[in-house]
């Protein structure tokens, strides 16, 4: 998309977008950051942010210049070239290596009221060729010196290179180090090509490759389809005899690249493509990084509560043993609980007679207590029989596939690691105590309260002792009465008519107690298996309150991190656009690019 060029304020614009953008990136990556994002990203963007702030500090400063840096390895002939195109001896040169052990910046003197970077200032020489004016040339350390602190300091000045000129020769235009470094700016800077030492590569062919030729075909192969490639000669050039320069010396040519072509329309489009490079670089790690918090905590969740349903399961059939051997004293206890709860003459005469055999049961006091001191031995001499070991290993385990589980939906292991294993040291025979008892408890007050047509025969059942008896027995008292006194046949009373009072009152009260107690609850394997669905239901519901809270959390912490990417990551996107407006495409700044296959 070409436009009519840039607006005259649009430089001082595009600063204060910048500026803010890289004030909003800085100001995340010095957030505390509970999710484990990509060390290597968040090291990018915070390189990001620097070359933003710098690209920042440039256009504000209104002038339109570029920082042009020569790298090179030893013995390529950089500071040569330097000298050459200054006319002038500015730059060290000699036979010992490395020659260059310090940056040399070629500066018009009309740059001197700008903001320069501080590190190019260190050894400067200023001078007043007009051609060159908004052109700072650097000469930078050697880039394969085995002196680090040559190495140190070209890593110091390429960030601010606006233009990198690779330097060549011969022998060196592709190795290692300095392959490594093109790469690793490649993606945001400008890059043109220099092969020094011409004339030791005329009539290589007959040896192999020729280097400029090699060499273009490497660049095709990294995204230049059209690489700025010179063949220079500067030693001749700088000893004042061009006339021996061999054929195909492009010295003039790179001259005039440097003080003509390369414009104010040409470095501010230089400048634009520097920054949209390293805006479209924030949004790939912003991309990233927002991808990275895509675990599905939904499907975690439903994950999680299977494998608790399952844990919950798996301890009840380990219980089951237990319960088998403990069934004669679970009916016990079911006997005693049915007889507490028919009421009548006859039950209390029964109960008396069993307070007799098994002390402390006569009244309802005494035998509420020793029921729930039953149920209570009952719980614990289960704990005990499944033992500490068991306990602990169900803890460990349950942590390990939570924790398995979590990962294989995409949640990072780190997050939940420490928090599970905390959880997971929870007193579990006190845990399942209290369910146990709690399912005990609760079976206690709803079995004996059935529900629908059920409920209303079990209410007349109960009903019926010591009441039900004094009515049939009032029932023959009245026939007996009835046969004294209206008939009118003759009636001798005796001792056998005791019978019409004592017969139906004592049978009607024995059917009455038989009836309500053989209704009740009898079946040990019943009240087992109501415990185990009450267990099942309440430990499912215990355990997720204690881990849903932290997939709560996560949850939480995740959509704030991903809130905050993205309103970052929307100023970048909002910069973009206001950069493919102003955008213009020159086909002689755009062979200074590596196109990708976005950009192709």
């Known amino acids: 998309m070409s436009g009519n060029g840039l607006e005259r304020d649009f430089p001082r614009h595009l600063a204060k977008n910048l500026e803010q953008l890289a004030q909003s990136l800085d100001a995340w990556l010095k957030q505390e950051h509970s999710w484990p994002f990509d060390p290597g990203r968040l090291h990018c963007l915070q390189d990001a942010t620097d070359d933003l702030n710098r690209e920042a500090r440039k256009l504000a400063a209104g002038k339109v210049y570029v920082i042009l840096v020569l790298m090179g390895g030893t013995g390529v002939g950089k500071s040569t070239l330097l000298n050459a195109l200054a006319g002038e001896s500015i730059a060290q040169t000699g036979i010992l290596r490395p020659t260059t052990r310090q940056l040399t910046a070629y500066i018009h003197k009309a740059l001197k009221g700008e903001s320069l970077p501080p590190v190019i200032l260190d050894h400067s020489v200023w001078h007043e060729q007009d051609s060159l004016a908004n052109k700072i040339i650097v000469d930078a350390p050697d880039l394969d010196s085995r002196e680090l ?7 110091q000045i390429l960030p601010y290179a606006d233009i990198i000129l690779y330097i060549g020769s011969q022998e060196k235009y592709h190795d290692q180090v300095g392959w490594e470094l093109f790469r690793q700016y490649s993606t945001h800077k400008a890059f043109a090509f220099v092969l020094n030492r011409w004339d030791e590569c005329i009539g290589r062919e007959q040896t192999g490759a020729r280097p400029d030729l090699d060499w273009l075909h490497d660049l095709q192969r990294e995204g ?9 000669c500067a030693r001749f050039w700088i000893d004042q005899v061009p006339h021996e320069c061999p054929a195909g010396d492009q010295f003039q040519e790179l001259r005039r690249w440097l003080e003509a072509e390369l414009g104010e329309k040409e470095l501010l489009a230089i400048r634009q493509t520097n920054v949209e490079s390293i805006l479209r670089q924030c949004q790939e790690h912003l991309d990233s990084l927002i991808s990275s918090l895509a675990a599905n905590l939904d499907r975690t969740k439903r994950s999680w509560e299977t494998i608790l349903q399952e844990a919950a399961e798996q301890f009840l059939k380990r219980c089951d043993l237990f319960f088998e051997s403990r069934q004669q004293q679970i009916g016990d206890v079911l006997r005693l609980e049915a007889f507490r709860r028919v009421s009548g003459w006859l039950a209390r005469t029964i109960g008396w007679f069993r307070n007799w055999r098994t002390p402390g049961t006569a009244s309802n006091a005494e035998g509420e207590t020793y029921i729930r001191t039953r149920l209570v031995d009952l719980v614990t001499e289960l704990l005990a029989d499944l033992g500490d070991s068991y306990l602990r290993h169900f803890g460990e385990h349950l942590t390990n596939r939570l924790l398995a589980e979590a990962v294989n939906c995409g949640v990072p292991a780190i997050l939940l690691d420490g928090q599970l294993r905390q959880i997971g040291e929870t007193d579990w025979r006190g845990f399942w105590h209290e369910q146990i008892w709690d399912a005990l408890l609760h079976w206690r007050q709803t079995a004996w309260q059935p529900h629908g047509w059920r409920r209303w025969l079990y209410s007349i059942i109960n009903w019926m002792p010591g009441r039900l008896s004094w009515l049939a027995g009032f029932a023959g008292l009245s026939v007996l009465l009835y046969r004294m006194f209206f008939s009118t046949a003759p009636y001798s009373p005796g001792f056998s008519d005791a019978l019409y009072f004592l017969v139906p009152y004592f049978l009607v009260e024995g059917v009455s ?14 009240l087992i298996q109501a415990t185990y669905q009450n267990v099942q239901a309440r430990a499912k519901e215990k355990l997720w309150q204690m881990y849903s809270a932290l997939l ?10 991903r809130e905050a990417l993205e309103d970052v990551r929307k100023q970048v996107r909002d910069v973009l656009k206001s950069l493919e407006r102003k955008r213009q495409v020159i086909t002689s700044v755009k062979r200074l690019y590596a196109q990708t296959e976005n950009q192709a």
């Open 149 to 155: 602190d040559n190495y140190r300091r070209l890593q």
């Open 513 to 526: 107690y038989f009836l309500a107690y053989r209704l009740s609850l009898h079946d040990p394997n019943e």
């Open 552 to 561: 709560e959390q996560l949850r939480q912490e995740r959509d704030r991190e």
């Open 224 to 232: 230049y389809k059209n690489p700025l490639l010179f063949r220079v």
